[in-house]
């Protein structure tokens, strides 16, 4: 463990005998469980080269749900967690040229794609918004990788204006975002003039929205042959589960992706911070429901 | 079954008498906050029964139950306790309306010694702290804040007499009438409706948050 800031430590996993753990590429996650049974999900930010450890940062948020102060005040060295396969909703793509942007903890994912692409002599660039430039995490290793590295603070290449930095829409330039949900929020509507699919967006907060009020509705789950009724008070993942068509679930707040089903049938309304196509056949039923009176899944 | 329920009744002389008085080193344990180690007890413990009475003194006492760590500690003389899915009987709220006084016992699976803290409590639905609270997409409607009075270390002697954490002692609640029995009989209900009890507590317990 290394305290990489005054909130935040990074963490190298490593298995139980030492083995080789299952290969990952930047912008993967895994999900961690702790011993109080909490699992949370975690962007891979060490070497993908060292399949000896793992490496995860946790910030600690004494206003969040406990799992990440309980990181920070009784997880040791030598403790046994339970973390699963790693994951990538956030995969590096091929492009002309890459802009990575990064506010606090979300250096998380964006570290080890900055690394990748260096070492691929790609075109690249990278803007870290930090609130104190005196201390960040992973200073060391961002300098390390020079100058195509800025790091926004007030008192370093100063704040970043992200409206007027993105004006500009630049073709052929995928963007790779992560950060607090006010930051990727802010990038997203600053690049409202781009081309469709050129950002890449990770959140580890639930996209801030406006949903209608629940409403009941049938999920006919195709390939088991089960109808399901989720009723307004429940997740349709809930009502899956309590059916004995249980879904693996992790986050519960639609920004991991681990519950995603394919509907066969019906409109789903779409209430993740994953889905960027509205008629998108893939469905986070975690947090999200149906907008006709029922639903088929391939389930 | 009770004979005559007229047995000699003590008073503290009497009692003293026969008990004798605390060790110093008992007394001495007894702290009017969280110190570290109490924080630590807390964060891994997922179960704890809360006591309370109302303004009369009538006494009551319920299990609360969550992942572990559930008790959350604000600072070391506040802890906020989640209010989950239940009877909605709203026994222990009623009587901290009442009477804020409220006695918690709290046990970590495995360790044999509880941690007792007696405090204050009062009853909230502040926004910020019950989102903290969320557990299963679910946050609580309720929550209990405590100011502690007390806390202490009770040592694990009763857990150890009853083999609470042994394993082979939970062939015990085979012998136990189920839950549905329970109920039915206690409500007068037709012998046959144990069953659908049973049946639909096994779901109910499908939903916990």
């Known amino acids: 463990m290394v305290r990489e800031s005054t909130d935040i430590v990074s963490i190298e996993l490593a298995g139980p005998r030492g083995e080789p753990l299952p290969p990952w590429e930047p912008g993967a996650h895994i999900d961690v469980q702790l011993v109080t049974r909490q699992q949370r999900q975690y962007s ?14 946790v910030l600690r948020e004494e206003f969040s749900r406990g799992a990440s102060m309980y990181v920070h005040d009784y997880l040791r060295v030598g403790r046994t967690v339970h973390a699963g396969t790693p994951r990538n909703l956030f995969p590096l793509l091929s492009s002309e040229r890459y802009l990575l942007l990064a506010a606090g903890i979300g250096i998380t994912p964006i570290l080890p794609m ?21 201390q960040f995490p992973f200073q060391a290793e961002l300098d390390a990788l020079g100058d195509r590295v800025t790091v926004n603070a007030p008192d370093r290449a100063g704040r970043l204006d992200l409206a007027q930095f993105l004006a500009e829409p630049r073709p052929g330039t995928a963007v790779y975002c992560c950060g607090p949900a006010r930051f990727t929020d ?8 781009w081309p469709r699919g050129g950002l890449h967006l990770e959140r580890f907060e639930p996209k801030i929205g406006v949903t209608r009020p629940n409403e009941p509705f049938t999920v006919r789950c195709v390939r088991s042959e089960v109808t399901v009724d989720v009723p307004a008070e429940l997740s349709m993942l809930k009502a899956l589960e309590i059916a004995g068509v249980a879904v693996p679930g992790s986050c519960l707040r639609g920004v991991c992706g681990s519950c995603a089903v394919t509907v066969l049938g019906g409109e789903p309304e779409h209430r993740d911070s994953l889905t960027s196509d509205e008629h998108s056949a893939t469905m986070y039923p975690c947090v999200s429901r149906s907008l006709t009176p029922s639903l088929e899944i391939d389930v | ?80 306790l989640p209010d989950r899915l239940g009877n909605k009987l709203a026994d222990s709220f009623r009587n901290i309306l009442d009477n804020g006084h409220v006695g918690l016992v709290c046990f970590v699976p495995g360790m044999t010694e509880t941690l007792r803290i007696n405090g204050t409590a009062y009853v909230t639905d502040d926004p910020g702290l019950l989102a903290m609270l969320e557990q299963d997409h679910v946050t609580p409607s309720l929550a209990t804040v405590i100011t502690i009075d007390e806390v202490y270390l009770h040592c694990g002697r009763a857990l150890v007499r009853s083999g609470l954490w042994d394993p082979e002692m939970q062939d015990l609640a085979a012998e136990v009438p189920s839950s549905g029995t329970i109920w039915a009989e206690a409500s007068g209900y037709a012998p046959g409706v144990a069953q659908v009890i049973d049946d639909a507590m096994t779901g109910a317990y499908k939903t916990l948050y």
């Open chain 1, 44 to 57: 891979l930010c060490g070497d993908p080269a060292d399949r000896s450890t793992y490496r995860i940062a």
């Open chain 1, 186 to 193: 802010a990038v997203e509507e600053a690049m409202a003039a």
């Open chain 2, 1 to 80: 079954m009770l004979v005559k329920n007229d047995f000699r009744r003590l008073d503290e002389a009497g009692l003293r008498e026969r008990l004798g008085h605390p060790d110093q080193a008992t007394t001495d344990k007894i702290l009017d906050h969280l110190d570290r180690n109490c924080l630590a007890f807390l964060a891994h413990s997922p179960f704890l029964c809360l006591a309370t009475s109302d303004g009369d003194g009538n006494a009551d006492c319920s299990p609360r139950g969550d992942y572990p760590g559930f008790v959350r500690a604000l600072d070391e003389k506040t802890i906020v």
């Open chain 1, 114 to 134: 900055a690394r990748a692409l260096a070492e691929r002599g790609a075109h690249w660039s990278l803007n870290y918004a930090v609130r104190d430039g005196a």
